[in-house]
């Protein structure tokens, strides 16, 4: 038998794009490094409030400089990930709460599949715009357009609930290629039922997930995790924690990855490393 | 003769950590890839202010975080970089006006003594006592004195207006000219970022020296 794996613990929020970065990264070193990754769902709202930080887009420049970063990682770690343009309307007025609650429910009773579900909740937020945002907010449709012209084309699809969806016309300059609306969210419970799905789980076992993250169980459970990781020193998300030769290293960001293989003595083959075949 | 060279523009301050690593990395990278490097004394204090950002190091758990990490990137990158225990008064208290008005009057008479001044500077801060930059005496009182010159003092706020128009919010930053396009780069852990831009190839912070002259 080898040597034993190192356990990683990845602290995420489905609320910080850089964690989806991280996640998907390590997910994809997971059968490459001798590690075992442990995934630990929390909230970022509550480790900005206990450290005294302040989310990142609230400074300006720092807001603008993440949009073309993202745009960026986009192609290099090769995520799906876009920054939808009303990025303050989701990070200050909607939150992650519920989401991080049905994760941790998620996580307690099928940690089989909080792989999945976590990366269809950050597939909502950072994948697709949300035109309910868009019509919540009464502005007009070509503000929550930045997408490149030669790239997307809209297309307006009806909201599931069946609501109409009024369409402001565009003029040309405005007018990206193409890009699909759909009514998304991750703060009501259809929304997170709707991803569950997509993740694999049946309506039933979504549904029963969804009453128990009300349950003091796990609201405690979230609070646990969030401060364990307040206690390793995080001021912000992804944190990953790493416990190597008896030593404990909190690195932060998802931009590390190259230092956290230093410390394991493992090889970094970028954020794309070839695909291995792990099973024989 | 090769395609040209593409224009990195390094805007520093000798009082950032980070600035450093992301020197030390890009001047080994200079003679690998097809690259024009130009240093830009910068003064992170303003860009502070312009940007409305704070230095991390006020909140404590960052500044927690930074200690630990220059301890480990000091082997990783191997740059012989330490936390000052003062860090503190070194940041706060003192400043680097005078010293990135002295890097800016350098680059003004001597730029070709840019490179090795901005490294004895950053020695002095966070390594250990400077060692000579091979200046002599006579050379750096006379650029002591051009430091307060009006001449110097705008040069170094234009350079600084400039880091800030490419929407610096800290220091350092890269900024990239690649095909008609800009690309500005935060902090010293984007060089595999930028790599993949300049289509070059990424070796780590270490890469194997290159004999660049035949």
């Not at chain 1, 300006?60 to 949009?67: F, I, N, S, W």
């Not at chain 1, 416990?243 to 003595?265: C, K, P, W």
């Not at chain 2, 002095?124 to 009182?141: N, P, T, V």
């Not at chain 2, 110097?152 to 919010?169: I, M």
Request: with cysteine; aromatic share 10%; net charge positive.
């Amino acid at each position: 038998m080898g040597p034993v794996p190192r356990t990683l613990e990845l602290f995420y929020d489905v609320l910080s794009p850089y964690s989806w970065l991280g996640f998907e990264v390590l997910c994809r070193y997971r059968n490459i490094w001798n590690i075992n990754l442990q995934l630990r769902p929390s909230f970022i709202g509550g480790i900005m409030k206990d450290s005294g930080n302040k989310a990142p887009a609230l400074i300006p420049r720092k807001g603008q400089y993440m949009a073309n970063d993202i745009k960026l990682l986009r192609q290099h770690v090769q995520v799906p990930i876009q920054f939808p343009k009303d990025f303050f309307f989701v990070v200050l007025e909607k939150g992650s709460l519920s989401a991080m609650r049905f994760l941790t429910a998620v996580n307690l009773e099928h940690p089989e599949m909080l792989e999945n579900v976590s990366r269809e909740l950050w597939m909502r937020i950072w994948s697709r715009v949300s035109a309910g945002l868009w019509k919540s907010s009464g502005r007009v449709l070509d503000d929550f357009l930045t997408f490149p012209s030669h790239i997307f084309k809209v297309t307006i699809l009806p909201s599931p609930g069946g609501s109409t969806v009024p369409v402001t016309p565009l003029s040309p300059h405005h007018l990206p290629a193409e890009c699909s609306f759909q009514d998304e969210d991750i703060t009501q419970p259809q929304s997170i039922l709707a991803a569950a799905e997509k993740a694999g789980m049946s309506a039933e076992q979504a549904q029963g997930l969804l009453e128990k993250s009300s349950t003091s169980k796990v609201k405690n459970q979230l609070r646990e995790t969030t401060e364990a990781a307040c206690r390793y020193g995080a001021f912000g998300l992804p944190i990953t924690v790493a416990h190597v030769d008896g030593q404990t290293h909190m690195i932060f960001g998802s931009d590390r990855m190259e230092l956290l293989a230093y410390l394991l003595g493992e090889k970094w083959m970028g954020p794309v490393p070839p695909a291995v075949n792990a099973r024989l | 003769m090769g395609p040209v060279p593409r224009t990195l523009e390094l805007f520093y301050d000798v009082l950032s950590p980070y600035s450093w690593l992301g020197f030390e990395v890009l001047c080994r990278y200079r003679n690998i890839w097809n690259i024009n490097l130009q240093l830009r004394p910068s003064f992170i204090g303003g860009i502070m202010k312009d940007s409305g950002n704070k230095a991390p190091a006020l909140i404590p758990r960052k500044g927690q975080y930074m200690a630990n990490d220059i301890k480990l990137l000091r082997q990783h990158v191997q740059v012989p970089i330490q936390f000052p225990k003062d860090f503190f008064f070194v940041v706060l208290e003192k400043g680097s006006l005078s010293a990135m008005r002295f890097l800016t009057a350098v680059n003004l008479e001597h730029p070709e003594m840019l490179e090795n001044v901005s490294r004895e500077l950053w020695m002095r801060i966070w390594s250990r006592a400077a060692e000579k930059a091979g200046m002599s005496a006579e050379q750096a009182q006379g650029l002591l004195e051009k430091s307060s010159t009006s001449k110097v003092k705008n040069q170094l706020r234009e350079t600084t207006e400039a880091a800030c128009r490419y929407g610096a919010f800290g220091l350092p930053i890269t900024v990239a000219h690649v095909d008609g396009q800009t690309h500005m780069i935060f902090g010293s852990d984007r060089m595999e970022l930028l790599a993949y831009l300049l289509g070059e190839k990424w070796m780590g912070p270490v890469p194997p020296a290159v004999n660049a002259r035949l």
